[in-house]
């Protein structure tokens, strides 16, 4: 069973090398303040999702993905650990409504389960398609409507649940056999990845007329679809013989091509909020750093948005909330700075990873 997808494969792969965890406090010069925010049992985070209230998911654990624990992070409560599904001990947080609502993934005793965890009643198992044995919850909207993939004998599916419906199979694309919910707005809309043999096609799925590929930059042969925003603005990327591109497509399913930084051969877009503000990571000739693209500004490196000062390297860019606050992950040191080459791969000198939140200069 398939229990990392791309965005998150990404994200682990994209870390920057440190050899010690530091708790930093909000630095408060540049275009962005930035906070560390900590890690639980194991040293090192991940964020995947934050809303407009500046709240954060994700998972918490070693360096190398083990011993992971689903958290929620918030300015007056800190990290607060979410637990696991009965008999479970590893989870991790990949969406957050609005509300509170918090939904993701936790194993049990025989197999990964996907969850729904509010407030008032803790960690609940999603549930998984008629006949599967796995699952994981993706994203959810305001509506409550949870999105991910269920898998078993005959392969994985995307679904989306409802508290009054329950789980619901998307279907594929034609000729594909297997497919991947990762995104839902607030209109219902979905979006993610349709599978075959010859590669992955982005979809967009709605109630009115099914599955559609949403295809890919000309001369490309795969594609996958990450977030949507509630105009329905896409964003995710496209992959050919010249490598990997963040893409957007218009609401109107034309797609653009979003570039890379410093003439890299990999870029891929992980969020979008409703102002169009789109961020994700490309590679370098340094190692993966996290950007920020906008209609006015094009692909910007976040790294130089940042005070110069923080010895801090932003590796991936997660999420970004309708305030224009980002979540981030990346690495700290005394002696680490931004146009120093960052290897992900050496294990010698690799340390925790760490989750930071950039909230723009005045906003609180």
Same mark, same amino acid.
């Given at each position: ?5 791309? =965005?998150?494969?990404? *994200?682990?792969?994209?870390v920057a ?8 406090p909000?630095?408060a010069?540049g ?16 964020g *995947?999702?934050?809303?407009?209230a500046?709240q954060v998911?994700?998972w918490?654990?070693?360096r190398d993905?083990?011993a ?10 800190g990290?607060?650990?979410l637990? @696991?599904l009965?008999?479970g ?6 969406a ?5 609502t918090?939904v993701?993934?936790s194993?049990?005793?025989n @197999?990964?389960?996907a969850?729904?965890?509010t407030v008032?009643?803790?960690?609940q198992?999603?549930?998984v398609l ?14 409550g409507?949870?999105?991910?993939f269920s898998?078993g004998r %005959?392969? &994985? %599916? ?5 508290? @009054? ?8 694309l034609?000729?594909?056999t297997?497919?991947?919910? =990762? ?7 979905v979006?993610?990845v349709?599978?075959?043999s010859?590669?992955? &096609? ?8 099914? &599955?559609?590929?949403?295809?890919t930059?000309?001369?490309d042969? *795969? ?14 990327a496209? /992959?050919?013989?010249g ?17 890379t +930084?410093?003439a890299g ?11 169009d503000q789109v961020v994700?990571t490309?590679?370098?000739s340094?190692g993966?750093?996290?950007f920020?693209?906008?209609?006015k500004?094009?692909m ?9 000062? @923080? ?20 690495? *700290? #040191? #005394?002696? +680490?700075?931004r146009?120093? &080459? /960052?290897?992900?791969?050496d294990e ?8 930071f939140l950039?909230t ?5």
């Amino acid at each position: 069973m398939r229990i990392w997808n791309m =965005r998150e494969l990404v *994200t682990v792969l994209a870390v920057a090398a440190l050899t010690s965890f530091l708790a930093l406090p909000s630095l408060a010069a540049g275009p962005y303040k930035v906070q560390d925010l900590g890690a639980l049992r194991g040293g090192s985070s991940v964020g *995947t999702a934050l809303n407009s209230a500046g709240q954060v998911v994700g998972w918490s654990g070693f360096r190398d993905g083990g011993a992971t624990t689903a958290f929620l992070w918030s300015s007056t409560g800190g990290l607060l650990a979410l637990g @696991s599904l009965p008999g479970g001990d590893s989870s991790a947080a990949l969406a957050i409504n609005q509300l509170g609502t918090v939904v993701g993934r936790s194993n049990t005793p025989n @197999s990964m389960r996907a969850f729904i965890w509010t407030v008032d009643a803790g960690m609940q198992e999603v549930g998984v398609l008629r006949g599967d044995s796995s699952s994981a919850a993706s994203d959810l909207n305001d509506r409550g409507e949870v999105v991910g993939f269920s898998t078993g004998r %005959h392969g &994985m %599916h995307a679904f989306l649940w409802t508290k @009054s419906g329950g789980t619901r199979a998307l279907g594929n694309l034609p000729g594909e056999t297997g497919s991947e919910a =990762r995104g839902v707005n607030n209109s219902g809309s979905v979006v993610g990845v349709s599978k075959s043999s010859s590669g992955n &096609m982005a979809f967009l799925w709605t109630a009115r007329d099914g &599955m559609i590929s949403l295809g890919t930059l000309p001369g490309d042969t *795969t594609s996958t679809a990450a977030r949507i925003s509630d105009s329905g603005v896409v964003v995710g990327a496209s /992959t050919g013989a010249g490598g990997t591109r963040a893409v957007l497509w218009t609401k109107e399913r034309e797609v653009q091509n979003l570039g890379t +930084l410093h003439a890299g051969d990999y870029s891929a877009a992980f969020g979008i909020n409703n102002s169009d503000q789109v961020v994700g990571t490309s590679n370098t000739s340094l190692g993966g750093r996290a950007f920020l693209w906008t209609r006015k500004t094009g692909m910007v490196d976040l790294n130089a948005l940042i005070p110069t000062d @923080s010895n801090i390297v932003l590796t991936s860019a997660q999420a970004i909330n309708d305030r224009g606050q980002i979540i981030a992950v990346g690495g *700290t #040191h #005394h002696d +680490l700075t931004r146009d120093r &080459m /960052t290897d992900m791969d050496d294990e010698q000198h690799a340390g925790p990873v760490h989750l930071f939140l950039l909230t723009p200069s005045g906003v609180n």
